[in-house]
């Protein structure tokens, strides 16, 4: 069994604590979607990341590749109609079981 800092209840905290990341990721996610097929989520976080950083003056944003695939399998979850716009491996053991 898999554990550790990733886990789908640590997700679930991180989530509810800071909604501001995943409303981001999901506008993101949805402006490249109206222009490409297929995209990277961890590109989106590249984005977000530059955002945060020219647009906010001292901006301390920070957040752990390790959420990546768990924002991504929720905007496919959450928005059906973008149904394979990010690549998700299907893994034989996976902290979002």
């Not at 909604?19 to 999901?26: A, V």
């Not at 506008?27 to 990277?40: I, L, P, R």
Request: hydrophobic share 35%; net charge positive; proline share 2%.
């Amino acid at each position: 069994m898999l554990n550790g800092k990733w886990t789908k209840e640590n997700f679930e905290t991180h989530h509810n604590e800071n909604p501001e990341i995943y409303n981001m990721f999901c506008k993101f996610a949805e402006q490249m979607a109206k222009v490409k097929k297929h995209y990277s989520a961890k590109a989106i976080f590249h984005r977000m990341r530059w955002e945060t950083a020219i647009n906010e003056k001292d901006s301390d944003f920070k957040i752990d590749d390790g959420w990546i695939s768990h924002y991504a399998r929720k905007f496919l979850q959450e928005y059906p109609q973008y149904d394979n716009f990010f690549k998700v491996r299907t893994l034989k053991e996976s902290y979002l079981d």
